[in-house]
């Protein structure tokens, strides 16, 4: 198990996969309809997204929110 925190291990998959899709925090941003400002601190570690905001941010990045758990299960 990792010693970083959930919101960091989240914040950290959003952005490889961010990355991984060739998207800017601008482009993550308005494809999941959150502000840029908010990707940024979700990335950081700073923000912890709600059951809403984690839908919004896979469909963004086009997978199913259990995808995306899934995955996050998988960096645990």
């Known amino acids: 198990m990792s010693d ?12 490889r996969l961010r990355l991984g899709a060739a998207l800017s925090q601008e482009d993550l941003a308005h494809a999941a309809g ?5 990707i940024s601190r979700l ?15 896979a469909a963004a990045l086009n997978l199913k929110v259990s995808e995306l758990m899934a995955k996050l299960e998988q960096d645990g």
């Open 43 to 57: 990335e950081r570690g700073l923000r912890a997204p709600s059951i809403v905001v984690v839908d919004q941010l």
């Open 4 to 15: 970083k925190t959930l919101p960091a291990r989240f914040g950290e998959l959003v952005r």
């Open 34 to 38: 959150l502000h840029v400002t908010y």
